[in-house]
T-cell receptor
Framework: KQEVTQIPAALSVPEGENLVLNCSFTDSAIYNLQWFRQDPGKGLTSLLLIQSSQREQTSGRLNASLDKSSGRSTLYIAASQPGDSATYLCAEENAGNNRKLIWGLGTSLAVNP | DGGITQSPKYLFRKEGQNVTLSCEQNLNHDAMYWYRQDPGQGLRLIYYSQIVNDFQKGDIAEGYSVSREKKESFPLTVTSAQKNPTAFYLC???????????FGAGSRLTVL
């Protein structure tokens, strides 16, 4: 059974810190991996998508990396701000799976002023 | 602005009643999805549709039904056969062949 694990489940940091969120997956035939942000009681917003042929993607203060050999992805947030407080979810799509994503449980991030 | 609209945002239902959650998109996306989100569990796919008048079951379709009569609409009916319907329901869409999902704001269903 394919699984996606996110560690830590919760993280609290002071404003301004650089931080790393981790996502590990068991699927050896990954097609892509996506990072999403979810604010409390709201829908998800796509942050970054990394194709299996890529090693990283960047958007503003966010950088996501993908290491297929180790089954890991990281989301790096630079100079964190209170507005970054949210739950961050990763999801991987299998190369042979018809548009089905395997989701992690998320990391709940609190950035304190 | 283009996006996905889910309604209602909050819904209360008595046991034994069917309820329908609305999902409308104006993004001209071909594919639409319904997910369920519960505390301590990852998102689980209920149904998805890649073209009008066609849809497939996801991982937890039992007790749910959908229709796709129009490209922009993908309503979800939670039937009385769903044993534990209290949850947060998320609708999403994408272009077929693309990977990035656009989500609605969600609908929270509570069974009294």
């Amino acid at each position: 059974k394919q699984e996606v694990t996110q560690i830590p489940a919760a993280l609290s940091v002071p404003e301004g810190e650089n931080l790393v969120l981790n996502c590990s997956f068991t699927d050896s035939a990954i097609y892509n991996l996506q990072w999403f942000r979810q604010d409390p009681g709201k829908g998800l917003t796509s942050l970054l998508l990394i194709q299996s042929s890529q090693r990283e993607q960047t958007s503003g203060r966010l950088n996501a990396s993908l290491d297929k050999s180790s089954g890991r992805s990281t989301l790096y947030i630079a100079a964190s701000q209170p507005g970054d407080s949210a739950t961050y979810l990763c999801a991987e799509e299998n190369a042979g799976n018809n548009r089905k994503l395997i989701w992690g449980l998320g990391t709940s991030l609190a950035v304190n002023p | 602005d283009g996006g996905i609209t889910q309604s209602p945002k909050y819904l209360f239902r008595k046991e034994g009643q069917n309820v329908t959650l609305s999902c409308e998109q104006n993004l001209n996306h071909d594919a639409m999805y319904w997910y369920r989100q519960d505390p301590g569990q990852g998102l689980r796919l209920i149904y998805y549709s890649q073209i009008v008048n066609d849809f497939q079951k996801g991982d937890i379709a039992e007790g749910y039904s959908v229709s796709r009569e129009k490209k922009e609409s993908f309503p979800l009916t939670v039937t009385s056969a769903q044993k534990n319907p209290t949850a947060f329901y998320l609708c999403a869409s994408s272009t077929v062949g693309a990977n990035v999902l656009t989500f609605g704001a969600g609908s929270r269903l509570t069974v009294l």
